[in-house]
């Protein structure tokens, strides 16, 4: 329970927690920062309490799309590699190559979870997968440049 708030004005899902250190504010008789002496307000509270949900929220929907990245990369690697050996038409090729693109672009995005704060992604249900991110990248710029050679 929030001393320093009425328990009925804290409307926001998230414990407040301060805007500069993330420190937990709850049980505080004031809304200053034992940790760091910030003298927060209840908006910048409530905004980082906004902001770090936000934050949450992308860093999920950053590792979905690490794993349609490699849904794509892996898909893309294997039509080049068909193309490769004449199974597939060279029109293929085209396809495996802005598949892999669009991989190493998906792979990308799981590594905004860097410039997130220790707030935000610690209310992520699922902490970022920075090694299968950059294998994604690796793998959709590696059947790009395959698909552009064999072209």
Not at 49 to 55: L, P, V
Not at 69 to 80: N, Q
Request: aromatic share 6%; glycine share 10%.
């Amino acid at each position: 329970m929030i001393r320093a708030v009425a328990a009925d004005e804290w409307t926001e899902q998230r414990p407040p927690r301060c805007p500069e250190c993330g420190y937990d504010l709850r049980g505080l008789a004031t809304l200053k920062c034992p940790e760091c002496g910030f003298q927060a307000t209840m908006g910048e509270l409530r905004e980082e309490s906004r902001r770090a949900r936000r934050e949450a929220t992308e860093l999920r929907q950053a590792n979905d799309q690490v794993r349609l990245g490699l849904t794509i990369g892996l898909t893309s690697a294997v039509v080049a590699a068909l193309t490769a050996f004449g199974q597939l038409t060279s029109i293929t090729l085209v396809v495996g190559g802005l598949g892999g693109l669009a991989a190493a672009v998906y792979g990308g995005q799981g590594l905004r979870a860097l410039k997130a704060t220790e707030h935000g992604r610690s209310l992520a249900k699922e902490p970022p997968n920075y090694m299968l991110a950059a294998f994604v990248i690796v793998l959709g710029v590696v059947t790009a440049v395959a698909s552009v050679w064999l072209a």
